[in-house]
């Protein structure tokens, strides 16, 4: 038997919870050994996707399959092929290590033997072998969430559900799950991740599938998505803040999407498609028009702006801590 | 970090996670499966002594205060020994905080997620309630034997003979294995080890109004008739005969028949909570 192009296939996946339509009919189809990634506004369904695929919740509507068994029909088979990783580390804190690994090896019914063989191999890989007999209570935040990606892999499961793996992780240890993640698709793994952060879905996806008000709107790779909302990004610096509606008046006419102001930074950022005629049209209007410019740039849209583009809102990135309007009106999710 | 191959077919499980097909299978799985996560939660009674200490020291300090420090003004209705009466009523009141032991416990495991990390892998369903159930169960045992212990210390005796006690103690661990539902279906329902703690709350005063401390025939007319429907009184009138304490001599048809009830009250909790909490429990599914 050769071996399937897509690991987990989605088709016209609903769920509802109650009254509301959680999910509207997601597809998805992720490529075996890659890492796809779920981006979207808190509320688009990205969770709720994946506990569906995990069999933690059963589908209303629509087929999928994960692994090449049937969600519904099939789940407990689902359930020896995944590993599920919540948003909360699940390792208990009193057990070390090792006892932990064994713990989830007994559930899974492998000898004991081989559970302890197993707890030892991935202790070496996760690179917690020195702390294999400490309580787990004693282990960093990095360390337990590593700890726990090695308890969901103890199956050697063809399929990892990561939901919001780094949330709460400084960055030392967000790189740390990041190598660990990689690692794994090396040997592969396909891995399905949800996140808030855009640079995590940069650096980790191979794909990426935008959620929004429980659909899947567009997916392509990072690089795909980012040419695809058209071009350039213009980013116009002027000597003062005052002139800023007026420069964005300006920028309006040559871009192809509505530009962006930032006050504090004195900057108007907006998409271009035809590099050559904005930048010169732009120069000669704001000199038209009085308007002093310190600088004006071009380069690639980042993810963030995309994003912005796909689903009118912008989810909270890693460096954005600094009081983004727009997360405020949101509300910062529970 | 060293990135060791761990899924080379010498030691590659992927193959080798079945998923049971025959009900015997099946069954093979839940009771292994009841009997690993049960260990998990007795591992804590190891593992973590300050825990346990203080859940042991709530049995001694209730056979203090209510022996020595109230017990010199109460009576017994018919005579007898306070203390020979008072410990039947400790047993049961044991049993009857170990819901808040059930709730939090749930709640925590609802909470962090373990519960949904239990449910994605292929182990069986039932072994996460039934693992659950039966480490209370082992909790209770031995909570029991400490209360045991300090009651032969004060003085307590059972009268009975050895089937009697033994039967006695049934009832407790029957009673018990009412209150276990009725913690996982509170459990499951508040989500979080917060809420959980406001199940604590009504506890006391529900075994306070029962025939634990005082006899209800003292009480005034509409509390004596709250205090005999109790569930609580009836396995703690049982015991007390079963053991050969004083203080059974209650007149109401309840306090006549306390055996029966002792039996009927656990069975009637049971039948409505564990559906309620098993249909929370697949409630996670909706």
Redesign the interface.
Known sequence: MSAPEFTIVAEGLRKNFKKTEALKGVDLKVRAGTVCGLLGPNGAGKTTTVRLLCTLLRPDGGRAEVAGHDIAREARQVRTRIGLIGQNTTTDHVLTGRQNLMLFGRLYHLGKRQALRRADALLEQFGLGEAADRQVKHYSGGMRRRLDIAASFIAAPDVLFLDEPTTGQDPRHRSEVWRSVRSLVDQGTTVLLTTHFLDEADQLCDDIAVVDQGQVITTGSPEQLKSRIGGDQVDLLLRHAHALPQAAKILARVATGEPETVPEARRVSAPVTDRLTALSVLARELEAAGVAVEDISLRRPTLDEVFLRLTGSRPKSAQEAEGDDEILEEGVPA | ???????TPR????R????PRTPLSRLR?AV??TW??AQ?DL??WV??PAQVFSGLLFPGMMVLLFGYVFGSAMTVENGGDYREFLMPGLFALVIIMGVGETVTAVADDAG???T????????SRVGVVAGRCLADMMNSVMGLCVLVLCGLVVGWRAGGSLLESLAAVALLLLLRISIVWIGIYLGLLVKTPEAAAAVWTPLFPIAMISNAFVSPEQMPGWLRVVAELNPMSATVTATRELFDNPGTGGTSWLSENALLMAVVWPALVTAIFFPLAVHRYRK???
């Open positions: 970090m060293t990135v060791t191959d761990v899924r030691d590659a499980p992927t080798i996670v079945a998923v799985w292994t499966d690993v996560v998990r591992v804590h593992r973590s962090a997620g373990v949904d990390r239990f449910r994605s892998i292929p182990m996670m599914s909706r």
